[in-house]
């Protein structure tokens, strides 16, 4: 069976269409997959049909979504676009957690759309957890042969320094993190026994405490913990080192204790080829590692690659997991 893959729009008002339109004209990618495209009908190229339900066989269909209002503009934040971008997540949930589809891709939506339309969320990741019902759940960024995953997630750094102190502690969120990472990297790239460092949260990992003690009373504490449950987990590493030694292969994955230290590396690698996953889920979720890029909304200069790459991988993970 082919991997059925769901496909939304995005937001309205940015790239995500016209990526999406620029992927239903390949023809070379539609003979490997059964693709959903979930979205306003009126976004609809003439070529795809459209149906209530997915198909099985190769080729594409679109289900169609919440409209926005007609004099919606490109490239601005409004709460009609926010809805409709809303709306077709919610379809591709349905069909992801009915099973009628292996996978969903999300083309980017805006979060102050989101907002605007009066859904106040983190993101998609939080959003798709909210629904599903879990709260062991975390983001996955993947490019040029590095894997990392986040400890925080979006949020002023001031915020993200404490919630790190917070889930480092016993009992707090980096050991269920680093079991999360584990369990992901062995369904999703199919390593036997993960290999996983933790990055520090000071310059030097605090360089013994000279330049700051988390990683001293904290981050280490909780690596040793982790293993004692029998992961193969290292760390505290200083920033500046862990994801070359992860691109030398030392390592299979790191876990980044913030946004920027995660996504500085990752965008440098991506080189149009990076995606975002969802860890987590009862169904597979991945994303290209972009925005809605409103400043070119519209001008036909839009690099589809990040979509395509994002529909290539939720594919090879679909077979890797069957």
């Not at 404490?162 to 980096?174: D, N």
């Not at 009373?217 to 080192?241: E, N």
Request: glycine letters at 12%; hydrophobic letters at 50%; one cysteine or more.
């Amino acid at each position: 069976m082919l991997p059925r893959l769901a496909l939304t729009i995005g937001d309205p008002a940015g790239i995500g269409p016209e990526l999406v339109r620029d992927v239903l004209a390949r023809p070379e990618l539609l003979t490997r997959l059964a693709l959903v495209v979930i979205g306003p009908g009126s976004l609809r190229p003439a070529s795809v049909p459209l149906t209530a339900e997915p198909l099985t066989a190769p080729g594409a269909v679109w289900i169609a979504t919440t409209e926005p209002d007609p004099g919606y503009t490109l490239g601005r934040v409004q709460a009609t676009c926010g809805a409709a971008a809303l709306a077709a997540l919610a379809e591709a949930h349905r069909l992801a957690f009915s099973g009628a589809v292996d996978a969903v891709v999300t083309a980017p939506i805006n979060k102050a759309a989101l907002h605007a339309a009066g859904t106040k969320v983190e993101g998609q990741t939080e959003l798709f957890a909210r629904w599903c019902g879990v709260t062991d759940y975390e983001m996955i960024g993947m490019a040029g042969g590095l894997s990392v995953m986040l400890l925080t997630r979006h949020m002023p750094l001031t915020d993200a320094i404490e919630a790190v102190r917070e889930s480092a502690a016993p009992g707090g969120a980096l050991e269920g993190h680093i079991a999360l990472f584990a369990e992901a990297l062995r369904g999703l790239m199919g390593v036997a026994r993960p290999r996983i460092a933790v990055a520090g949260l000071n310059p030097h990992a605090g360089e013994g405490g000279i330049l700051g003690r988390e990683e001293l009373d904290l981050l280490a504490p909780a690596v040793q913990r982790a293993q004692r449950a029998g992961f193969d987990v290292h760390g505290p590493i200083s920033p500046d080192s862990v994801f070359h030694e992860a691109l030398q292969g030392r390592f299979d994955g790191v876990l980044a204790l913030y946004h920027d230290q995660a996504f500085i590396p990752l965008k440098l690698l991506a080189r149009g080829r990076g995606v975002t996953v969802i860890a987590g889920l009862p169904y597979l979720r991945l994303s290209p590692m972009h925005g809605t890029a409103f400043d070119i909304a519209g001008k036909g200069c839009a690099d589809p690659t990040n979509l395509i790459e994002a529909l290539e991988r939720a594919a090879e993970f679909v077979l890797r997991r069957r």
